[in-house]
């Protein structure tokens, strides 16, 4: 198996830009996860679905992320409009299931630069 | 939500001998407890996990401990190896069958392998 597959690797933008961050998850994996990480915040979840439907979005920081999954087999992860702060390297992950034999599969991520 | 904390934060060994990393939680209903290492320009990737009905699980030079009265778990790596540098994430898990809480990442450690 390919793994998850993320695209772009790195993405630089100038402030006010859209980005759109793209995820391809393990076929057969019901479940996707979009994580941010920074030197200052570590790790965050910002949303998950399960079989292709948002389940917690609580951790998106404003209305300026979205994030869709059409199908079971693509994602998208959607900033607009850019800002500096949105700066960090963002995951993606899926996993069987959710639960205790189901860990997290993770991409090698996207790292975006706002400038 | 799950607040988790990892000590050290950085952890400088020389190589052959032994390094152990704690993770401490708040919740108590947790029940899963995954450690995971993260190499330069990669995602997470699971290394070793342990159940709360387990105290201990062993994995050649790996081994995970747990003391749900305390809260904390411990990764334990023995015999350390230059590839062993790399930043070690844990992520304790509240599972039931209805679903999660948490997927909350600890801050990380990032271990150092000195020749």
């Known amino acids: 198996d390919a793994g998850v597959i993320q695209s772009p690797r790195h993405e630089v933008t100038e402030m006010g830009q859209e980005v759109t961050l793209r995820c391809k998850p393990i076929s057969g994996h019901d479940y996707l996860f979009w994580y941010r990480q920074t030197m200052m915040r570590g790790l965050e979840l910002l949303i998950y679905f399960n079989n292709n439907v948002p389940i917690d979005d609580s951790g998106m920081p404003e209305d300026r992320f979205s994030a869709k999954m059409p199908n079971a087999s693509f994602s998208t992860l959607k900033i607009q409009p850019s800002e500096p702060r949105d700066s960090a390297v963002y995951f993606c992950?899926?996993?069987?299931?959710?639960?205790?034999?189901?860990?997290?599969?993770f991409g090698n991520g996207t790292r975006l630069t706002v400038t | 939500g799950e607040n988790v904390e990892q000590h050290p934060s950085t952890l400088s060994v020389q190589e052959g001998d032994s390094a152990v990393i704690k993770c401490t939680y708040s919740?108590?209903?947790?029940?899963?407890f995954p450690w995971y290492k993260q190499e330069l320009g990669k995602g997470p990737q699971l290394i070793i996990d342990i159940r709360s009905n387990v105290g201990e699980k062993k994995d050649q030079r790996i081994a995970v401990t747990l003391n749900k009265t305390a809260k904390h778990f411990s990764l334990h790596i023995t015999e350390t190896q230059p590839e062993d540098s790399a930043v070690y994430f844990c992520?304790?898990?509240?599972?039931?069958?209805?679903?999660?809480?948490?997927?909350?990442f600890g801050k990380g450690t990032h271990l150092i392998i000195q020749p």
């Open positions: 919740d108590s209903a947790s029940n899963y």
């Open positions: 992520a304790p898990l509240m599972y039931s069958g209805g679903g999660a809480d948490g997927l909350t």
């Open positions: 992950a899926s996993s069987l299931a959710l639960g205790l034999n189901s860990p997290l599969h």
